[in-house]
């Protein structure tokens, strides 16, 4: 025991010091510059003298004309939600294709811990968004070579003009779009990383029984969801998620070592282990995998271009296309976890037949179960 509080002290002077080093020697900023450069070409000098703000406004009294093609409905949709975008930014600020600065905005610390996970963790952060941001770069300009990006430009340009600012406006749409996605493609190869360190965990431990292995897929999925909605409510502040984190830890934390309270004939009070029956882990399985699927389900139901819900923005930012809604996509999704959530609920009732109460029961007092994790 010695040992292991001397590890862990050595540990958190270790990181102090480096939390320190970090916060006087570097100062950790995100990037704010465009993902889309403006392709408009300085020699040519367009005869448009009517601001591009004022363009956008008288925009919405006009029928907007498209020419005809395959693409024609998603251009329509996209070009709405652009000029909505666009009529929302200038009403804040009419000059804000061109600021003085481009320093993204600092993060104010709340507390001295705020101020030394900051410190710690943030450059990585920056890092890693900087990473993401290279790849979604890379998939727009990809993207910049189709035909459905060259049709939504051509109905683009016919509404709007072109100029320096109207090219600037759709670099910056699309920039801004892109920098809201790197955030839910690192979660997702987050979860990549989690659900692949499970599965081959799983596969090593070819002893266990089938039973086992649920138990710890479980385990290992509702402690990750518990730290996964620490860390979200730490940065986005809030309570809601704060609750969520806890509750997925009660959930985590019973499943690695379940327990019942019970009383002996003195009233004495006692902690007693329990094995979970086969039913209890199918329908905790089904239930978990239900939560999640709701979780997509309800996303790819209330998202939309102007409020991108995180599934839009990982398939915009996989097919480096950010101008479009992905509707046919996202059908084609909702329709697979249909199927899904129905195979395995199909799955389920067969195995809620069997024995529902616990096996294997035994007294134990606390700290005998106050063992590590697996």
Known sequence: MSS???????????????????????????????????????????????????????????????????????????LEALRNWANRNFEKDSNFLHPAALESTA????????????????????????????????????????????SFCDDYYDLLGRDFDSDQLLARYQTERAREAADPMLVLVFWFI???????????????????RLQFALTCTWLSLAGFYMVAAWTQNQIAVLVSAIFCLAVGLYLRRPVKIAKDLNGAILVQTVNLSSPVLALTTWLTVSLLLIRIVAWIKTGSLLHSDPITLIISGLRGDFVHDPVHVKRNIDRMIGLLWLAFTLWTIPRLGGEWTAEGAQEEPLRAIQKPLY
């Open 4 to 78: 292991q509080k001397g590890r862990f002290t050595q540990i958190a002077v270790i990181l102090t010091i480096i939390s320190f080093m970090m916060a006087y020697f570097n100062k950790p900023h995100g990037s704010a510059g465009d993902l889309v450069p403006s392709t408009y070409p300085n020699a040519h000098k367009p005869n448009i003298t009517i601001p591009l703000s004022t363009r956008v406004a008288r925009s919405y009294t006009l029928a907007m004309i498209l020419v005809r093609s395959d693409y024609t409905p998603g251009n329509a949709t996209a």
């Open 107 to 150: 993060e104010n610390s709340q507390s001295i811990v705020d101020s030394y996970s900051f410190s710690l963790l943030q450059s990585t952060r920056y890092l890693f968004e900087e990473l993401m941001a290279n790849f979604l770069s890379w998939r727009i300009r990809d993207f910049e070579t189709s035909d459905s990006y060259k």
């Open 194 to 212: 989690v659900s692949g360190a499970i599965l081959f965990k799983v596969w090593r431990k070819k002893a266990w029984s089938i039973n086992d």
